[in-house]
């Protein structure tokens, strides 16, 4: 319920206090007074789009601080999630709007985009202005409406439908893009194959092209390696034909001097064990060397297939890495890739499997969908009709039309059209095309009486809702607005004084002007002074004693229409 709206720098108002009570609260006043900034304020400070043009002259900022109580756990819910707080029981929600049109938010001290202002704005008020007649006309609102009609068991249906068209739709996108990619890696599945397939061939092992081109190298040079090889073991074992001594026979000659030297000394011991030990070296080195020799022969054979080998593995290594071990790497990745796109066949099979079975699980919720409108349609229809009927529009018959859409939507299979004839012997024709201005005003109020319901904690605002009536019919309007009242709040920007007979608060916008600044404020009236507003609405003289009498049977016949709807 709205506790309280302080408006400043809107339009006309330069600053005003409105303090809307329970149940219906009337706003009136001369025309140009302000009453429609007021509703502009409301819808400012809910996330209506704004710009410059709101703010008073233009200058300065345009601010809306509004206090919300009796609030439903889901609107508290929705506060706590963005950060906010509640000041002892109350929502605070407020707006700001600069000279520039720069524009900012708070709900519960917490600063909010404007999505966020328009959704618990949507929890807190339905505002019932021009905009709500056109969107009335539009097939969406009109399900929309149906839909809340149908009671929880809809809403239910409904909640589960979306969630798993959701999930439908999400998964549609998935395959999609795993068709796409598919396409894709079939492309780098080839090459991959390819690849491996030549490394395969070619039978490449780790550290070959090294080990091979060492081999080359010796193989080209062994006659020079040969030579120097031979000098080496001449220079460790001697050489026979030239009686040359090598080291060998020296350390032989050496260890028996030290070791007839190591029977006089025992010093001279150790000296004997190194010598030994050099003696061993150089004997393993002696050996190490003549094997050498034995093995170092040219193989002009073995030389021409090391080459042909390096060609096939330098045929490998242009495409695949800079040597073997690169190569080899590709090939393991290659082979890890390969199993990872060959998997995403498997994929796209086991989503389209999922696909097809929340697609089962759609068709159904749609039909279930299907089935609650079709039942509530008819039952709704003829309740808006009764009231259309006692607001002064006997002949009036509403009916919903349900057409099969040629695919899901977020809503179901349907479409809703809301048609509509006011006259006798004339068929509904779609309630936009029809339906003048007052008798789309009177619609909008039958369907939220019949609509309302005792767990209502909403704001309803009408503005206009008495356009284009009068007389007795704007008592019927009063009374629905009064019923209504009695599940929520309702407050009405009306110039009829049938419907403000109704009112359990009324409020009187007035306009002041001193030549310079013109600035509106929000009065609250009671007693006499109510009576005198009455009179001035019903076109007669505030202050006459006759009309001052009118007005008090008219709020005497509210009293009894109330009593009796009671």
Not at 415 to 428: H, I, K, L
């Amino acid at each position: 319920m709205l506790g309280e709206l302080v408006i400043r720098q809107v339009g006309v108002i330069e600053e005003a206090t409105f303090n809307p009570g329970p149940g219906l609260t009337v706003v009136s006043g001369e025309t140009g007074a302000g009453k429609t900034m007021l509703i502009m304020g409301l819808g400012l400070v809910l996330g209506d789009r704004a710009d410059s043009t709101v703010v008073r002259n233009r200058i300065g900022i345009a601010q809306v601080v509004a206090r919300f109580q009796d609030l439903s756990d889901e609107v508290i819910e929705v506060v706590d999630d963005v950060g906010g707080y509640l000041d002892h029981g109350e929502l605070i929600v407020q707006r700001q709007v600069s000279s520039t049109g720069r524009s900012r938010s708070w709900v519960g001290g917490s600063s909010v985009n404007q999505g966020i202002a328009q959704d618990i704005g949507a929890e807190l008020v339905t505002i019932h202005g021009q905009s709500e007649q056109i969107r009335l006309s539009t097939p969406e609102r009109q399900r929309e409406v149906l839909d809340r009609s149908a009671g929880p068991a809809m809403a239910a249906t409904l909640e589960k439908y979306k969630d798993k068209y959701s999930q439908l739709r999400l998964l549609e996108t998935q395959l999609a893009e795993l068709t796409r990619a598919a396409q894709e890696s079939a492309r780098e599945m080839d090459m991959l194959t390819f690849g491996l397939a030549e490394i395969e061939k070619v039978n490449l092992q780790q550290g070959e092209d090294d080990a091979l081109r060492s081999e080359a190298l010796r193989l080209q040079d062994a006659d020079e390696l040969r030579e120097l090889a031979y000098r080496a073991m001449v220079d460790l074992s001697g050489d026979e034909t030239s009686d040359q001594s090598g080291m060998i026979a020296g350390i032989s000659s050496a260890m028996k001097a030290l070791t007839k030297a190591a029977s006089k000394d025992p010093r001279v011991e150790a000296l004997v064990t190194q010598a030994q030990e050099l003696s061993t070296l150089t004997g393993d080195l002696a050996s190490s060397v003549a094997s050498y020799v034995s093995d170092l022969n040219a193989d002009p054979v073995r030389l021409e297939w090391i080459g042909t080998r390096l060609a096939e593995i330098k045929s490998l290594t242009r495409k695949y890495g800079p040597d073997a071990s690169s190569v080899l790497e590709w090939a393991h990745q290659a082979e890890e890739k390969l199993g990872t796109l060959q998997d995403s066949d498997q994929l796209i099979a086991d989503l389209r499997d999922k696909i097809a079975a929340r697609n089962a699980e759609v068709t159904e919720l749609a039909s279930q969908l299907s089935d609650l409108r079709r039942r509530a349609a008819q039952r709704f229809a003829d309740q808006i009709s009764q009231e259309l009927a006692a607001l002064a529009m006997p002949h009036a018959r509403v009916e919903f039309r349900i057409a099969t859409l040629p695919e899901l939507g977020p809503h179901g299979g349907d479409s809703v059209t809301m048609v509509f004839t006011a006259n006798p012997g004339s068929d509904p024709a779609p309630l936009a095309k029809v339906a003048s201005g007052g008798e789309l005003s009177r619609v909008r109020l039958a369907i939220e009486v019949v609509l309302a319901d005792d767990s209502c904690k909403q704001t309803f605002v009408f503005d206009e809702v008495d356009a284009g009536i009068g007389g007795a019919v704007g008592l019927q309007v009063g009374q629905r607005l009064k019923r209504l009242a009695a599940q929520g709040q309702v407050i009405v920007v009306t110039h009829l004084a049938q419907v403000a007979a109704f009112a359990d608060t009324h409020a009187v916008v007035s306009k002041t002007d001193d030549g310079e600044v013109t600035a509106s404020g929000i009065v609250e009236v009671q007693g006499e002074e109510r009576l005198r507003e009455l009179a001035r609405m019903m076109g007669g003289l505030d202050d006459s004693s006759h009309s001052i009498a009118h007005a008090g049977e008219l709020v005497a016949q509210a009293e009894a229409m109330t009593v009796l709807d009671q």
